[in-house]
Nanobody, 125 residues
Framework: QVQLTESGGGLVQAGGSLRLSCAASGPTFSNYVMAWFRQAPGKEREFVGAISSFWRGGSTYYVDSVNGRFTISRDNAKNTVILQMNNLKPEDTAVYYC????????????????WGQGTRVTVSS
């Protein structure tokens, strides 16, 4: 069982930056694909990005709308995955969720077995 806890959300002006963290429990963190999803008010959950497991090279994947602005990294020694968000836009406003799965990367939320409680990000114009 993996428990995920996000932190770092808040209110920021457009053009600003935020750094979200996801702390994971369990001794096998490096085996997991770690992903970020978001859900804006009245909208469906959306894939933001993911980083593959240590054993699959730690490759990163992003949705086009955040590519070049957001960066995902992981610290396997600290069981933490980071979502660095730069040049934030009002349309980035959402609750951001961390998720984990074993195996190959997926952009589908249904593929992920473990989820955090979410952290809210609000970007003002």
């Amino acid at each position: 069982q993996v428990q995920l806890t996000e932190s770092g959300g808040g209110l920021v002006q457009a053009g600003g930056s935020l750094r979200l963290s996801c702390a994971a429990s369990g001794p096998t963190f490096s085996n997991y694909v770690m992903a970020w999803f978001r859900q804006a008010p009245g909208k469906e959950r959306e894939f933001v990005g993911a980083i593959s497991s240590f054993w699959r090279g730690g490759s990163t994947y992003y949705v086009d709308s955040v590519n070049g602005r957001f960066t995902i990294s992981r610290d396997n020694a600290k069981n933490t995955v980071i979502l660095q968000m730069n040049n934030l836009k009002p349309e980035d406003t959402a609750v951001y969720y961390c998720a984990a799965k074993i195996g190959a990367y997926s952009a589908s939320g249904a593929a992920y077995d473990y989820w955090g409680q979410g952290t809210r990000v609000t970007v003002s114009s």
